[in-house]
């Protein structure tokens, strides 16, 4: 096996020194009942290039986003990634590390963290970020949760325009902890409903924008309205170029930001792994969870970086933990923040607008066409189509010509079966939005 | 090639040491954060022209600065290489992280991960287009259930904590839909990871922990009087976290049932067992996998990982959406709440998981097969009781006898030297290796657990082990300054953790620029 380095020599000699007879002596322990004899019904070992084989004939039997007209978004974006970040995400002392536990050799991981959660804070508008959580849904719950500790309030809503599957996820994290979560029906045009709920024991209310649905939402009611009663604001967004072109939430009012880093530097990846960013105000940031490293010093006074803040943590106080959570999306941390350096501010402000451009113009193609009517005035990449045939259909009519034209709203949420979700990232040519704008046509037709 | 015929011949000199002009030491480069090297305007990427159309932002066009860095694309090159070399990676050297599995990772596994056939495919593509990534799944699932021996697994867990909340809210609906609301204590033993009792008190449970016997495992005696009529079930590592396997897991299993409890078992150390024993046959009902652990994706300096779950028929009509299924060859997602059969406890995160991991987790089980993840297995096992047997000696093995994967040291060996365990952990940087996991498990004074993985060859292990036995003796002979200066060869010297935690400075500020 290429993988193991033990020869059969090597175990000989190494059980003699051990002072055992065979290899089974060591599982002594293991009940009688549950010994395996044999093989485990499975097959057995393959060379490299029978396993390279067998996975590239899976591989395709799927239509890569590349491979074609694509405009699905809803949550995940497609966006060229410069190929320094692969390159460098693969390097061996990034790739192979652990945990930076020791710092006086892991400070390539920790200034990288240190640089990302610098990178975030400023995108977000911030004051800290942390060093990243799994994905946008899990730091929007955890989010909710933050809130209602940091507030000792336990209710919270979310607004019509959060991304379904946000809402769910925050749902499911929140539904044994005894917090009163109220969740909007999802709708396009709704988000304002969510004031209607605030009260004195309102701990958050959560608002995204760019929303589910596109529209971009001025955040600063909405934070008006949540300290007027002493909540918090949790802002999100799943397009983070979006904040290239639109004032950031904490410019807006936001106390808490969460969002999906994905956009940038990690790919599509048919949903993960993905890197959920994680800011908010110095005065939270004790209440904050995931792993965050700081600035300090060594022996020598050089200056260094750690993971700090851990008696938050679970591996400190554990049932009293902040979280449970004991990773961040490490390598994604990395490619995103690769990105955002090679991107700058200058090229982070250009590629969102050309997404907004490209938008704009799909947006003015496909509204010609008869059938189709834009629900969403305002947006960045992605916006709202209502058409005159159920949108699922319309979705599955359009894959037969090869065009991955957008997301039929009914996929993420119920009662809305006429509206598309579409999206043009910097990624789509003009004959990819005229080969979409005629597949369409005779969706509809 | 450039010395023109000048062969260069050493020269001894006392100026050896002295610092650099430039802070440099040849190989070794100082690097500034990224914001004290770039400059506003400049770009590593090229773009085309704007058309400077009117915009539809909404009246909430961003106006003030976000104060990125900008960067050419080599200086951003140059910056990122300089740091990986700051870094101790499984590909320099021995990593024995006890409890973290740091396994060699195959390359094959990150080339397959990168076809665009699975890397450049949206979650939310029309089933018939990803069909052979839904397949994908599927094949996972089958290794992941054939392995284990468990009927079902909810593959959506980002990482194996993410695992446990999965496994705990699956037993915390099933109590809810037998209306069981007075069961609501969960049994930990005090060498559980951290993870453990915090999972659990997210899912609305209270902790009460179990003392370890004098050999390490789980007291029965303690735990039979725990039992009662308001136990939720249990949450146990096997093998435990000193590396033991629980001789009476069994019987545990069976006291759980016995009080209309479940067992949650912590699989972080499941690359014990490989081929060896499946869980299915020991009565659990929940355990975690770490792909990044087990199956060797890479832990990119924490993460991603990837946690799914099996789950026992008791749970699995509980079990989180997406799940996936086939019909007649053709494979679907069930995405909603409505449509799963049972009662789906809900969504974790908002799409499948982990993809890039499920490849290349696939793409380790097919190169290894049966037969070769139950060697890995073995080897595994071999490799930590050898370095225990060879160490036994001049450390102080916490307990008797022989240890699964990893081998549990405490630090009576270095009482009265005035070396701790952290400085044994540091002199060990210099030696050009990565120390093991310290002080985990809680249950041992001055732990140091040791695991060395199949990945090492006896000739790399003699190396480690003769380096580790002259460490012990120099702390027993006295040198306790070496110890305590520890490291002096790492890029930096110790660090200052308390003043990082006491003032916290999370961000570069322009003013410290």
Known sequence: MRYLPLNTNDRTAMLDVVGVKSIDDLFDDVPMSARLDGLIDLPTRKTESEVDAELTALAGRNRAAGAGPFFIGGGAYRHHIPATVDHLIQRSEFLTAYTPYQPEISQGTLQTLFEFQTQVAMLTGMDVANASM?????ACGEAVLMACRAKRRKKAYIASGVHPHYSATTQGLCQYLDIDLDVAVCAPGKDADVLQNLDKETAAIVVQSPNVFGEIVDLTPYAEAAHAVGALLIAVFTEPVALGAIQSPGEMGADIVVGEGQSIGVGLNFGGPYVGLFA???????????????????????????????TREQHIRREKATSNICTNSGLCTLAFSIHMSLLGEAGLRQLAMINHEKACQLADMLCALDGVELVTDTFFNEFTLRLAKPAREVVHKMVEHNVLGGLAASRLMDGQDDLLIVTATETNSEADMRAFTKALEEALS | MMSQGRPTTPHTSDAVGHETVSGNKALAQRELLIFEIGTPRRTGIDFPELKNTPSRLGGVERTQEIGLPGLSEPEVMRHYVRLSQKNYAIDLGVYPLGSCTMKHNPR??????????????????????VQGALELMGDLAHWILTLTGMPAVALSPKAGAHGELCGMMAIRAALDAKGADHKRRVLVPESAHGTNPATAVQCGFSIDSIPATEDGRVDMDALKAKLGDDVAGIMLTNPNTCGLFERDIIEIADLIHGVGGYFYCDGANFNALVGRVRPGDLGIDAMHLNLHKTFST???????????????DALAPYAPVPRVESQ?????????????DGESFGRMTAFHGQMGMFVRALSYMLSHGSDGLKQATEDAVLNANYVQAALSDVMTPAFSGTCMHEALFDDRFLKDTGVETLDFAKAMIDEGYHPMT?????????????EPTESESKAELDRFIAVMRSLAVKAVSGEVEMFKAAPIYAPLRRLDETRAARKPVLKWTPSEG
């Open chain 1, 134 to 138: 799994y994905d946008g849904s899990t």
């Open chain 2, 298 to 312: 890479p832990h990119g300096g924490g993460g991603p990982g990837s946690g799914p779950t099996v789950l026992s």
């Open chain 2, 328 to 340: 007649d060859g053709v494979w679907h997602l069930v995405e909603n709440v409505e449509d799963a």
């Open chain 2, 438 to 450: 310290m002080y985990f498990p809680l249950v041992v004074h001055g732990a140091m657990l040791i």
């Open chain 1, 280 to 310: 908010c105000r110095q005065k939270l940031v004790r209440q904050m969870p995931g792993r965050v490293c700081g600035e300090t010093v060594d022996a020598d006074g050089k200056r260094g970086y750690v993971l700090t803040l851990s």
């Open chain 2, 108 to 129: 094959l596994n990150e080339k397959m991960a990168r076809l665009p056939g699975f890397a450049d495919l949206h979650p939310l593509q029309p089933h018939s287009t």
